[in-house]
């Protein structure tokens, strides 16, 4: 398995609040991710970096900001938590040399109330 | 905009039957295509990755198959067994872009 991992894992916090999820590879991928999964939504693109400091909007960026300081490192911010951000999050890594085939990460479980 | 539809949403089948699973995209200009697998609660595991120049790729008991012209793309999972019992997600990758579009998803139960 490609070495990502994602923290926290779980996570319950108030509307309002801000929060970052962390994304961490070792596998020194230029690509890296985040998705939120929804039922009845699928998965869907929030932001994406194509290498250190290089970062852009996905379909669902709305409420979220990004930033990549390093290689191996992807952070997601809410700047101020809502309701509607209540998702699982997923973290994805890919290498051109690799065909840009997407790994993914165990995923974080967030919850606004 | 690309869209991703995958048939049947869910599939239930006995152990040891050949199966295929379904997925059409709109846009023919993709640069792969990827199947995953995720179990409750959990990640994606990435199962078979086609590149827009292929036609086809195995993995053990599963082979993929791409037909870009018409859209679709084919999971056939041979012999299943309990084990396989999850969801199953098609994504392709545009040429122009850098994010996958998800299908919905296949739900797969093999009962023994």
């Known amino acids: 398995d490609a070495g990502i991992t994602q923290s926290p894992r779980h996570k319950v916090t108030e509307t309002g609040t801000p929060v970052t999820l962390r994304c961490h590879q070792t596998?020194?991928?230029?690509?890296m991710y985040w998705y939120r999964q929804d039922p009845g939504h699928g998965l869907r693109l929030i932001h994406y970096s194509y290498g250190v400091k290089d970062t852009d909007k996905g379909e669902v960026s709305d409420g979220y900001s990004v930033s990549r300081s390093k290689t191996e490192d992807f952070l997601l911010t809410l700047e101020s938590a809502t309701s509607s951000q209540t998702s699982v999050y997923f973290c994805?890594?890919?290498?051109?040399?690799?065909?840009?085939?997407?790994?993914f990460g165990p995923g974080t479980r967030l919850t606004v109330l | 905009k690309q869209e991703v539809t995958q048939i049947p949403a869910a599939l239930s089948v006995p152990e040891g039957e050949n199966l295929v699973l379904n997925c059409s995209f709109t846009?023919?200009?993709?640069?792969?295509l990827q199947w995953f697998r995720q179990d409750p609660g959990k990640g994606l595991t990435s199962l078979l990755l086609?590149?827009?120049?292929?036609r086809e790729q195995t993995s053990g008991r599963l082979n993929a198959s791409l037909d870009k012209s018409s859209g679709r793309s084919t999971l056939y999972i041979a012999a299943s067994q309990p084990g396989d019992s999850a969801t199953y997600l098609c994504a392709v990758l545009v040429t122009s872009g850098s994010r996958l579009t998800f299908g919905e998803g296949t739900q797969l139960t093999v009962n023994p």
């Open positions: 846009d023919s200009a993709i640069y792969n």
């Open positions: 994805a890594i890919s290498e051109i040399r690799m065909g840009r085939e997407q790994f």
């Open positions: 596998e020194n991928h230029r690509y």
């Open positions: 086609i590149q827009s120049s292929q």
